[in-house]
């Protein structure tokens, strides 16, 4: 599992380290909010813990300009204990709160259990195709197929709407945004691709006269 740990404090993102590298977690550091936001936008990681007070940009700033798609399990760690500062964070999307002092092998098991529960929501199985939208991974049997960003953002939209049939419209809104001035035939070029990469699941995605598409994990005859 890779971290991201962001403190302004040198010695709490050693201890952090220390114990998560005891784990066998690859571990990543930013000691300001605005590296670690290139950080997140850049890389992958599998769980942030965040701060909130630091230099360049605080941590809710942080959670609320990091793009949607690049939202991860989320950490805070604190030494502000109000009530208000809880449920801001819990407001922005993130899923613990841990105050300073901390213990770190209680940091630990609340790591290990937050990772344990977001496990299975992070990853869409249908017989050997594998998503792991965290990972922004598509594999089939075991072997890993090489989307475009674009192609992989609209499988993963096609399958968060599953069995919902989604306008071409839609998916330009969605995935390229309101600004984008492209037409229909960006959307069908691009599902052509994403089909052929699909190999024997390119059936799942179904075409809807009249409409666009929809994902469907039933098995086509």
């Given at each position: 599992?890779?971290?991201?740990?962001?403190?302004?404090e040198?010695?709490?993102?050693?201890?952090?380290?220390?114990?998560s590298e005891?784990e066998?977690?690859?571990?990543?550091e930013?000691?300001?909010?605005?590296?670690?936001?290139?950080?997140l936008?850049?890389?992958h990681y599998d769980l942030?813990?965040l701060?909130?007070?630091?230099?360049?940009?605080?941590?809710?700033t942080?959670?609320?300009?990091?793009?949607?798609?690049?939202r991860?399990?989320?950490?805070?760690l604190?030494a502000?204990?109000?009530?208000?500062?809880k449920l801001q964070?819990?407001?922005?999307?993130?899923?613990?709160?841990v105050t300073?002092?901390?213990?770190?092998?209680e940091?630990?098991?609340?790591?290990?259990?937050?990772a344990?529960r977001?496990?299975?929501?992070?990853?869409y199985q249908?017989?050997?195709?594998e998503i792991?939208?965290?990972?922004?991974?598509?594999?089939?049997n075991?072997?890993?197929?090489?989307l475009?960003p674009?192609?992989?953002?609209?499988l993963s939209?096609?399958i968060e709407?599953?069995?919902i049939?989604?306008?071409?419209?839609?998916?330009?809104?969605?995935i390229?945004?309101?600004s984008?001035?492209?037409?229909?035939?960006?959307?069908?070029?691009?599902?052509?691709m994403?089909r052929?990469?699909l190999k024997?699941?390119?059936?799942?995605?179904?075409?809807v006269?009249?409409?666009g598409?929809?994902?469907?994990?039933e098995?086509?005859q």
């Open positions: 599992m890779n971290l991201l740990i962001v403190d302004d040198e010695k709490i993102r050693e201890v952090i380290k220390e114990y005891a066998n977690y690859i571990v990543e930013a000691d300001n909010g605005k590296s670690a936001l290139d950080k936008i850049q890389n942030l813990i701060d909130i007070m630091m230099p360049e940009m605080d941590g809710y942080l959670l609320k300009t990091l793009p949607k798609e690049k991860i399990p989320t950490i805070i604190s502000r204990d109000e009530v208000y500062d964070g819990f407001d922005l999307g993130i899923d613990d709160y300073k002092p901390f213990s770190p092998k940091l630990m098991a609340r790591i290990k259990a937050l344990k977001t496990k299975h929501s992070n990853i249908l017989n050997t195709l792991n939208f965290a990972a922004h991974t598509v594999k089939i075991q072997q890993k197929i090489n475009t674009k192609e992989f953002d609209i939209y096609l709407n599953k069995n049939a989604i306008s071409r419209e839609q998916l330009l809104s969605k390229w945004g309101y984008y001035f492209g037409d229909d035939r960006t959307i069908d070029t691009h599902i052509k994403l052929s990469h024997q699941y390119k059936n799942h995605i179904e075409t006269r009249g409409i598409y929809k994902f469907t994990d098995e086509n």
